[in-house]
């Protein structure tokens, strides 16, 4: 956690030299694109709840001379629907940058899109190896680890610290590019712990935006042996119906999930289960009062929050406008910037941190460089929970 608190420090207080700007607007407008109906609705909308938690913060502090304002606008989780948001939000609301945007199928499919615009795209919420491509990276900034290193993390801790064999293990999967993409890393993943054959793997899955589980919980049900550790590369919506149906046929395995899963949205649905939820997530854990960043979204959240309690989506959303906060900060600005301009000031800033990175990492332990990655651990029969860097040895043997 020392590499996440020194670069988030570090590139925290250095300043540049203004650039000349030739805007006259008053404000910036940043889009987002996501689920704010349908199934993976709760997502969308922690995720607005932190952007718009971290640009009233801004807005509030008056450091800079214009405004920064968000254009929200629900896409469904749908790719189809995606790509004319993206164009309608340039050409009528004239945004200068995506901010938070959910989804591997619905981001993949903008790629062109952000190309033609020279749109930049500030954390979206996926981790998929698409986005680090030539041609759209340039366009990218996120504080986000791919889901390669995501389940190659969750692969490492199962095999090595739960001694859990790829024989034992299943996937629940999204039946799209996500799903995709995520399997095959998770596949190539095992095989460093003894998977010799993909195929000795179950594999079970779902339709995007309907998650109806009765054929993947059957199939699970009647396999020999049950599953130990069952991967959940999905949404919340199908993973707590899964959870739910095998919990109810006496079915409670451990269960693996990546960040996207949103593990507090699922941890609400299922916790009248004995499910025991293992998930990564890409930020500090946001009960560390020690993390500066963490105390100050704690603070902005009693002092703004809309909502009951703090969730890991909405420190996603938050986290996601400290970055354009640093960069407009860093530049210092005296006026708002167009659509290029702040392409060129976060491709300035993304270097900067590129180098200061480097700096950090020289200093630091081969451990340490492989953050930053946290691992939450959900014992719904028990009521343990934690939050870490590592899993403490108790907690291991409380989930199995």
Not at 14 to 30: H, V
Not at 314 to 322: F, M, P, S
Request: hydrophobic share 40%; glycine share 4%.
């Amino acid at each position: 956690m020392r590499v996440y608190n020194a670069l988030f420090a570090a590139t925290s207080i250095i300043t540049l030299l203004c650039i000349p700007l030739i805007s006259k607007a008053e404000d910036i407008r940043l889009g987002f694109t996501g689920p704010l109906s349908g199934p993976s609705a709760l997502l969308g909308h922690q995720l607005v709840n932190g952007i718009e938690l971290g640009l009233k913060r801004l807005n509030t502090n008056k450091e800079l001379p214009f405004t920064v304002s968000l254009i929200t606008k629900d896409d469904g989780y749908e790719p189809s629907r995606t790509v004319p948001i993206i164009e309608k939000m340039v050409e009528d609301d004239n945004i200068v940058g995506l901010i938070s945007s959910v989804g591997t199928p619905t981001i993949v499919a903008a790629i062109p899109t952000l190309v033609e615009l020279q749109l930049p795209l500030i954390s979206p919420f996926t981790g998929s190896s698409m986005l680090r491509s030539r041609g759209v990276s340039s366009l990218i900034f996120t504080h986000r680890a791919s889901y390669q290193k995501e389940v190659a993390s969750l692969a490492k801790v199962v095999a090595k610290e739960f001694n859990i064999a790829p024989s034992d293990i299943a996937i629940f999967a999204q039946k799209d590019s996500y799903g995709e993409i995520t399997v095959r890393s998770l596949i190539k993943a095992l095989e460093s712990y003894g998977l010799e054959h993909s195929s000795d793997i179950l594999r079970v899955g779902y339709t995007r935006n309907n998650p109806s589980t009765e054929e993947a919980a059957a199939k699970i049900l009647t396999h020999t042996p049950q599953p130990k550790v069952i991967f959940l590369i999905s949404t919340y919506p199908a993973a707590a119906d899964l959870i739910t149906s095998l919990d109810e046929n006496g079915v409670s395995p451990l269960y693996a999930a990546l960040s996207f899963v949103s593990h507090d949205a699922l941890n609400t649905r299922i916790k009248h289960t004995e499910a025991k939820i293992l998930s990564t997530q890409l930020h500090p854990c946001h009960n560390d009062v020690s993390d500066p960043l963490i105390k100050d979204f704690l603070a902005d959240f009693e002092q703004y929050g809309n909502a009951e309690t703090p969730t890991s989506a909405t420190l996603e959303g938050y986290i996601a406008v400290r970055q354009v906060e640093n960069v407009l900060l860093h530049v210092s600005p005296n006026r708002a910037p167009t659509r290029a301009e702040f392409l060129s000031y976060l491709k300035q800033y993304q270097q900067l941190h590129k180098d200061t990175e480097k700096k950090v990492v020289e200093n630091s332990s081969p451990s340490q460089i492989e953050l930053p990655i946290w691992l939450d651990l959900k014992n719904h029969k028990t009521g343990h929970t934690y939050c870490g860097d590592t899993l403490p040895y108790e907690f291991i043997r409380g989930s199995l």
